[in-house]
C-alpha cells in the first residue's frame, strides 16, 4: 500500500479537507505555504506520466477538486499555485499522483 492509500484507509492520520468516491484531500504535513494540501486519487496511478487515457475524467476532476479546495481554503481570490512532482528531477517523493496546491503567499518564479 502507497502512503496515501494507508492516509485513505485511516491506516494513517491526516487532517482531511475533502473526500468523495474519487479523491482524498488532506494538508500537507510539511507546508511549503500558508495554505498547502494535495488531492489524492483513490485509484493508484503512481505518476502522471503513467497516467492512462481513460483517466482523462479523474485527472479532470483531481484539478476541479483543487479549484473547489483552494476557494473553500481562501486562497481564489489571492492566487494559488497547481504543481505535480514526475520523477526525480521533478521532486517526486511519493509514488502515488498528487496535486499539490500552494497559496496564501506570493510565489516566485522560476520554481526552485
Ligand atoms: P512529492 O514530493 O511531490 O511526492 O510530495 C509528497 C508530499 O507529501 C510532500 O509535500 C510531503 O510533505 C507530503 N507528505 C508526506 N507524508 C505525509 C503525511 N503523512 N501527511 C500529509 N502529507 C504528507
Known amino acids: 500500500m502507497t502512503l496515501f492509500e494507508k492516509?485513505?484507509?485511516?491506516?494513517?492520520?491526516?487532517e482531511i479537507l475533502h473526500e468523495d468516491d474519487r479523491c482524498l484531500v488532506i494538508r500537507d504535513i510539511n507546508p511549503q505555504a500558508?495554505?498547502?494540501f494535495l488531492v489524492i486519487p483513490k485509484t493508484v496511478i503512481p505518476r502522471i506520466g503513467e497516467a492512462a487515457p481513460e483517466?482523462?475524467?479523474?485527472?479532470?476532476?483531481?484539478?476541479?477538486?483543487?479549484?473547489?479546495?483552494a476557494k473553500a481554503e481562501g486562497v481564489a481570490?489571492?492566487?494559488?499555485?497547481?504543481?505535480?512532482?514526475?520523477g526525480?528531477?521533478?521532486?517526486?517523493?511519493?509514488?502515488?499522483?498528487?496535486?499539490h496546491v500552494l497559496g496564501g503567499r506570493p510565489?516566485?518564479?522560476?520554481p526552485g
Open 34 to 36: 500558508p495554505v498547502h
Open 7 to 14: 492516509i485513505t484507509a485511516r491506516q494513517i492520520p491526516a
Open 77 to 86: 481570490e489571492s492566487g494559488f499555485r497547481v504543481v505535480i512532482n514526475h
Open 55 to 69: 483517466q482523462q475524467a479523474l485527472l479532470g476532476h483531481l484539478l476541479l477538486t483543487a479549484a473547489s479546495v
Open 88 to 99: 526525480p528531477d521533478g521532486g517526486e517523493t511519493v509514488p502515488h499522483l498528487h496535486v
Open 107 to 110: 510565489m516566485t518564479w522560476p
